[in-house]
C-alpha cells in the first residue's frame, strides 16, 4: 500500500511562436536515420531493451509518428536507439521531440537540455545525412503502465503490488529483470511521489519562416559535422510616419494644478513567525484527550465525544492510504460522509491532497488549501475539520517540528471511544501513558515521529509524540 495522491491536471506545453537557437545536430547515423539517446529511470543489464513512442512536432502539429522504436541499453547507463525518416521528411523546420517509453512517462525536448514545462520552441535541426541526438540530460520516470494512460495513479500501482513476487510480463516489470519486486514498486512510487506525468503537447500556430540560423550544407562527408552557413536576417527600412500637426481650437485658460497632499507610506508587513514553545509546554502538562492512566472510572467519557479536540498530544494509528486501498477506506468513508459517489470521493482526495508540508511554515501550508492526510479523530463535532500536527521525538528535551495539515473525515463510534478508544494508552522512547488522538493516512502517517521499529514504513505500530492543533487555535499555540 502507499499513501502519495497523483494530481490529474495534465501541464500544458505551448509552444511559442518563436523561432530561436536552432541546434544543428553532428551527423553520427545513418542516412534519414536519428540516433537517439534515453536515460530511463532504474538500473538496467547491459542485455536490456527499452521499446518507445517516438513524435517530431513542428510549428505545424504532428510531422513525424514512429510507434516503435527499439532502444539498447549502453554501457553509460543509457538507452540507444535509431530513428527512421524518410524521403518526405521536410528537414528545413525546426523539431521538437516527444518520447513515450513503453511504461514509462512521456517527455517533450526542444534541444538536448531544454525539456518539459521549459520547453517553449522547437529547436531541433535534423539533417538527411543522419543526426545524433543525446537526450541523456533528463531521466524520464517509470511507473505509467503499459497500455498508459499519461500519469502514475492508484492502478499502476495495483498491477505492481498484485504481481510482487511473480516473473515479469513486460508491464510491471519495470526495469526488465525478469521479476517484479519492490525495484519496479519503488520506481512508480518515486514518480507518484513527484505527481509526475507526460508532457502535454499543444502547438499553436505554424511557427515564421526562419531568415537566419545554422543550414547545413549538402551531402555531407559521413561521420563528420556538416559544414553550417550562416544567413543574415535582411534589414527592413521602416516606411517614415507622416508628421502631425497640432492645432487647439481655442486657447485653454489654465487651471491651477492643486498641491499634492503626501500620501504616507504603506506600513511594512508582519512576517508571522511560529513560536513552538506552547507546543512543547504540552509535554510537561498536557490537554485532556482521554482517560488518565487509562482508568475509565472518574472519565468524562461522554463530554470528551462531544468536545471538539482544540489541542491535544498522543498516540497515533494507521488509518488506510489515500489512493490504493485508500479507495477502499478514504474514499468510502468521505463517499459515505458527503452522500457523494466513490469516484466524486476520490476526485475530492485529488483536489485537497499535497504529498508534503513539512517544508513550509504553518501560514504557508495553510495558503496551500491541501492536505497531506485524512484522519478519524475522538468524536463528530470535528468532521471535516483542519488540523495541524506536529511531532515531538523526545519528551525529555522536546522540540516540536511542524508536519503538515490534516482534514478529519471520521471519528470513533460512541460504544467504541467509550468502551476501549477513551482508555487506549501507549507508551514508548519516553513518553508514558499517552492517550490515542488519531488514526491516519498513510502519507501523514509515515511521516510522524517513528514507533518502536524505527521504520517509518511500518504501519503496524504506534506513532508517539503526536500533537494536534486545531486550525481555530492556531493563531494563538505558535504566534
Known amino acids: 500500500m502507499i499513501g502519495i495522491a497523483f494530481v490529474t491536471c495534465m501541464a500544458v506545453v505551448v509552444f511559442a511562436l518563436a523561432f530561436q537557437n536552432f541546434v544543428m545536430l553532428r551527423t ?11 536515460k530511463l529511470q532504474g538500473e538496467r543489464q547491459l542485455t536490456a531493451r527499452a521499446h518507445a513512442k517516438v513524435i517530431l512536432y513542428s510549428y505545424s502539429g504532428y510531422s513525424k509518428v514512429i510507434d516503435d522504436v527499439e532502444f539498447a541499453y549502453q554501457q553509460d547507463k543509457t538507452f540507444r536507439g535509431a530513428v527512421p525518416l524518410d524521403a518526405t521528411f521536410d528537414y528545413a523546420k525546426p523539431y521538437a521531440i516527444f518520447v513515450k517509453p513503453v511504461n514509462y512517462l512521456g517527455k517533450l525536448f526542444c534541444s538536448e537540455t531544454v525539456s518539459g514545462a521549459a520547453c517553449t520552441s522547437p529547436q531541433f535541426i535534423l539533417s538527411s545525412s543522419g543526426s545524433a541526438v543525446n537526450l541523456g540530460a533528463t531521466m524520464i520516470l517509470a511507473g505509467d503502465i503499459k497500455p498508459g494512460d499519461g500519469k502514475v495513479d492508484a492502478g499502476d500501482m495495483s498491477r505492481i503490488i498484485a504481481g510482487l513476487g511473480k516473473a515479469g510480463d513486460g508491464t510491471a516489470d519495470l526495469n526488465g529483470d525478469g521479476v517484479i519486486d519492490s525495484t519496479d514498486y519503488s520506481l512508480a512510487f518515486y ?5 509526475a506525468k507526460d508532457d502535454l503537447v499543444d502547438i499553436v500556430g505554424t ?11 549538402a551531402s555531407p562527408t559521413a561521420g563528420l559535422s556538416p559544414t553550417a552557413t550562416h544567413v543574415p536576417t535582411p534589414t527592413l527600412s521602416p516606411t517614415p510616419l507622416p508628421t502631425v500637426t497640432l492645432v487647439p481650437s481655442n486657447t485653454p485658460t489654465p487651471t491651477a494644478v492643486p498641491t499634492a ?7 511594512t508587513p508582519t512576517v508571522k513567525v511560529p513560536n513552538y514553545s ?6 510537561a502538562n498536557p490537554p ?3 482517560c488518565v492512566n487509562g482508568v475509565l472510572a472518574g472519565c468524562p467519557v461522554d463530554q470528551l465525544y462531544n468536545t471538539p479536540l482544540d489541542k491535544g498530544l498522543g498516540w497515533a494509528t494507521y488509518y488506510g492510504d489515500e489512493h490504493l486501498s485508500g479507495y477502499n477506506v478514504v474514499a468510502d468513508v468521505i463517499h459515505n460522509q458527503k452522500g457523494i459517489t466513490v469516484e466524486e470521493a476520490r476526485k475530492f482526495i485529488d483536489d485537497t491532497f499535497m504529498a508534503k508540508q ?30 495541524y500536527a506536529f511531532g515531538i521525538d523526545d519528551p525529555k528535551n522536546p522540540k516540536p517540528y511542524f508536519i503538515g495539515r490534516i482534514m478529519i473525515i471520521d471519528c470513533a463510534a460512541k460504544n467504541d471511544w467509550a468502551t476501549n478508544l477513551a482508555k487506549l494508552t501507549y507508551g514508548y522512547k519516553g513518553w508514558t501513558s ?5 488514526d491516519l493516512s498513510k502519507n501523514g502517517f509515515v511521516q510522524l515521529p517513528s514507533g518502536y521499529s524505527g521504520n517509518k514504513d511500518n504501519t503496524g505500530e504506534g506513532r508517539p509524540g503526536v500533537i494536534l492543533i486545531d486550525e481555530g487555535m492556531l493563531d494563538q499555540m505558535i504566534y
Open 278 to 283: 506552547k507546543l512543547a509546554d504540552m509535554v
Open 28 to 38: 553520427r547515423a545513418a542516412e534519414k536515420t536519428i540516433l537517439l539517446t534515453l
Open 261 to 267: 497632499t503626501p500620501v504616507p507610506p504603506s506600513p
Open 207 to 217: 511557427g515564421p519562416t526562419p531568415t537566419g540560423g545554422l543550414t547545413p550544407t
Open 358 to 387: 513539512s517544508n513550509m511554515t504553518p501560514e504557508e501550508a495553510k495558503k496551500t488549501g491541501k492536505v497531506i492526510a485524512y484522519g478519524a479523530t475522538r468524536g463528530p463535532k470535528d468532521l471535516w475539520k483542519i488540523k
Open 288 to 290: 485532556q484527550i482521554g
Open 191 to 195: 514518480s507518484l511521489s513527484q505527481s
Open 434 to 438: 499517552l492517550n490515542w488522538i488519531v
